[in-house]
Structures are given as structure tokens and as C-alpha cells.
């Protein structure tokens, strides 16, 4: 019954990792799965063990029984592009900023932005290594999509 798993991985702003699972299935809408449950407005719990375990049964049931499905990982390509590309236009801003700071006598000013842009580049950086659009067995899950233990 199921046509295609992706899986994913994103950063949020509460949770810190958030990992989902996006079933497919041959006939009715999409289900998404995902490590973190709300238990209220502001309040998460991390599922990271049970749906790591989840994923890997699901995956090891799918592989016994022959099934005809595909597995992903990472983000869609047409999304994942464009946030390559976003990052890498963050990362030439970033250094244009410092650069024109550091010769228009704006050390601090430049060094604050250089010290934001780190961070979102490094948030950003992780974001997209872990989501590059790939296929996989599903005996090979591929680790950067799954919670660690």
C-alpha cells in the first residue's frame, strides 16, 4: 500500500532536530511522521528512540515483504535548490558585508554581522547537507535522517 517514503531532516526554532517521515501511499493523501510530538502550546516531547525504532521496522517490514516502494531521503529537488542557492547568496552577503565594514571603519558593525551570518550559515549548512535529494535501500537507511541514540 505504501508508494514512497522521505525521509528528512529539519531545524526548528524550539526543537532544535526534527526528523519526518513522509508516507505515501498508493491510493489517499500523505502522512507525515515526525520525532517530535506537542503536548502543548509550547511544550515538546522528543520521540527520537520510538520513532527511530518506528522507521527502522517500517522499513525492515517493507523490505520483507518484497514491496514495490521507494525510499528517499532529503528534500524534493525543486526545493532543495533553491535553498543551496539561498545559502550560498547568504554566504557572499556575509562576506560582502564584513569586507566593506572592516575598510569603512565599521570593525564592530562588521564583526557583529560576521558573528550572525556564522551561525546562520552553520544552521543553514547543516539543513542542507543533511537533506540532498538521494535514494536509498531500505536496509541502508542513511543516518543523517534519523534521530541518534
Given at each position: 500500500?505504501?508508494?514512497?517514503?522521505?525521509?528528512?531532516?529539519?531545524?526548528?526554532?524550539f526543537m532544535g532536530r526534527r526528523y519526518t517521515a513522509e508516507i505515501f501511499p498508493r491510493t489517499g493523501a500523505r502522512m507525515e511522521i515526525s520525532s517530535y510530538s506537542a503536548r502543548g502550546i509550547v511544550d515538546n516531547a522528543n520521540q527520537g528512540a520510538a520513532y527511530r525504532a518506528f522507521i527502522s521496522e517500517l522499513h525492515r517490514r517493507i523490505a520483507k515483504a518484497h514491496g514495490d516502494c521507494r525510499f528517499e531521503a532529503g528534500m524534493a529537488a525543486w526545493r532543495f535548490w533553491p535553498s543551496v542557492a539561498v545559502t550560498l547568496a547568504m554566504a557572499a552577503g556575509l562576506v560582502y558585508v564584513v569586507v566593506r565594514g572592516m575598510f569603512g571603519d565599521q570593525i564592530v558593525t562588521g564583526l557583529v554581522?560576521?558573528?550572525?551570518?556564522?551561525?546562520?550559515?552553520?544552521?543553514?549548512?547543516?539543513?542542507?547537507?543533511?537533506n540532498w535529494p538521494r535514494s536509498y535501500s531500505p536496509e541502508a537507511i542513511p543516518k543523517d535522517v534519523l534521530p541518534k541514540i
Open positions: 500500500m505504501i508508494a514512497r517514503i522521505r525521509l528528512g531532516f529539519r531545524l526548528t526554532n554581522v560576521f558573528a550572525a551570518g556564522l551561525l546562520f550559515l552553520w544552521q543553514m549548512g547543516k539543513t542542507v547537507l543533511a
